[in-house]
């Protein structure tokens, strides 16, 4: 079983990545551009999860699903925030059913 601490080791590599030379690093290259640039990624990588999803090929979801998450992790190293930030977010989460959760907003807004 994979635990989370890829996810946070890999992290530390893209935290590294930000002082490296761009010319030896993707990651290096893709924070130097800036935000819009990573963002385009982003983008880009969800609209290939979604075409992956109607491809039918479950080994092609799970490779653009895999760019995702590591686009996004760029993006959350950009802005100075790491994994442990999300899975926080997704605990405080659990088992709040999503239904529940909107009525509580509705109601919260009168
Ligand atoms: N997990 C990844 C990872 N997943 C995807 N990619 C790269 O993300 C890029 C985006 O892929 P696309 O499918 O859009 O293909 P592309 O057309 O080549 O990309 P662009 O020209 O549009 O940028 C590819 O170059 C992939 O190699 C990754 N690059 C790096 N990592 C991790 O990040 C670490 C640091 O990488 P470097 O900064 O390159 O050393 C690595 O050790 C890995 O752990």
Redesign the pocket.
């Given at each position: 079983m994979i635990h989370a601490e890829v996810l946070f080791h890999?992290a530390d590599?893209?935290e590294a990545?930000k002082s490296a030379d761009p010319k030896s690093?993707?990651?290096?290259e893709l924070l130097h551009k800036g935000e819009d640039a990573v963002l385009k990624?982003v983008a880009?990588?969800a609209a290939e999860v979604l075409m992956a999803s109607k491809d039918g090929s479950k080994l092609h979801l799970v490779r653009e699903v895999?760019?995702l998450w590591?686009h996004s992790m760029v993006l959350l190293t950009y802005h100075g925030l790491r994994p442990d930030d999300v899975l926080v977010e997704l605990k405080r989460r659990e088992g709040i059913s999503g239904h529940d959760e909107k009525a509580a907003r509705a109601a919260q807004q009168g």
């Open positions: 890999i590599t893209l990545r690093s993707y990651v290096s990624k880009e990588e895999a760019d590591f």
